[in-house]
C-alpha cells in the first residue's frame, strides 16, 4: 500500500478509519465536560479538607510525594522481592512513608480512595506533590494502572482512560442520564464503549 489513498479502497481499512475518527470524535466532545467535572471533584476535596482542619481556603501542600502518603507495602506499587524485601516507591529515605505536615495529603488520598468505585487508586499513574495544582494528577488515579505515567492532561488521555475516570470515579455518578454499572449484568454505556 504505497498512497494513502489506497486506503480508502480496502474496506477493512475504511472501517478502521471510521471508527478510529468515531472515537477520536467522541472522546473531544467529551473533554470540556470531563475535564471540568474532574477539576470541581479536586475543588470540592481540598474545600471540604481546609474547612475541617481550619486552614484557609487556598492552603495547598506541594511537598508530600505519592510514596510518602502510602503505606509500604501497598498493592500495585510495593512488590515483594525475596524474603524480607519489597521493589517499592518507597527505595530511599526520601520515599518513606510519613505524614503530611499540612495533614491534608492523607485526607485527599483517603477522599481518593472512597471514590474509586473499586477502592483501587491506579497510584503508581499519579504525583502527589501535582495533585493540589493539577487536577488531572487526581484524574489519573481513576485509569488504569498501566499506559498512563506520562499523562499530565486530559489532551493527551486517551479514550479509554477519559472514560475509565468516568466509570471509576463516583462523582460522576450523578452527572449522567443513566446509572454508572461497570460490573452489572447489563452493562451500563460507558462500559459499552470501552469492550
Ligand atoms: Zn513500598
Ligand atoms: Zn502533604
Not at 19 to 26: E, G, H, K, M, S
Not at 64 to 82: D, E, Y
Not at 86 to 95: A, N
Request: aromatic fraction near 8%.
Amino acid at each position: 500500500m504505497a498512497r494513502l489513498g489506497d486506503v480508502f479502497g480496502v474496506k477493512e481499512m475504511t472501517n478502521w478509519l471510521k471508527a478510529w475518527l468515531a472515537l477520536n470524535i467522541t472522546k473531544d466532545g467529551l473533554h470540556e465536560f470531563v475535564d471540568r467535572e474532574v477539576k470541581q471533584f479536586k475543588t470540592g476535596i481540598y474545600q471540604n479538607i481546609t474547612s475541617t482542619l481550619g486552614l484557609s481556603a487556598n492552603t495547598t501542600c506541594t511537598s508530600c510525594l505519592t510514596a510518602n502518603i502510602l503505606p509500604c507495602p501497598t498493592q500495585g506499587v510495593c512488590k515483594k522481592s525475596g524474603r524480607k524485601s519489597y521493589i517499592c516507591m518507597h527505595d530511599t529515605p526520601s520515599k518513606r512513608y510519613r505524614p503530611c505536615p499540612l495533614s491534608i495529603c492523607e485526607k485527599v488520598r483517603d477522599d481518593i480512595k472512597n471514590d474509586h468505585r473499586f477502592n483501587g487508586p491506579s497510584w503508581k499513574n499519579t504525583c502527589a506533590e501535582q495533585w493540589a495544582c493539577n487536577h488531572w494528577q487526581i484524574g489519573k488515579c481513576f485509569m488504569p494502572p498501566d499506559g498512563y505515567i506520562g499523562v499530565t492532561s486530559i489532551r493527551d488521555t486517551d479514550f479509554n482512560g477519559v472514560i475509565s475516570v468516568m466509570l471509576n470515579c463516583k462523582h460522576f455518578d450523578n452527572l449522567m442520564s443513566f446509572s454508572i454499572a461497570p460490573m452489572s449484568v447489563s452493562p451500563c454505556l460507558l462500559s459499552k464503549v470501552t469492550i
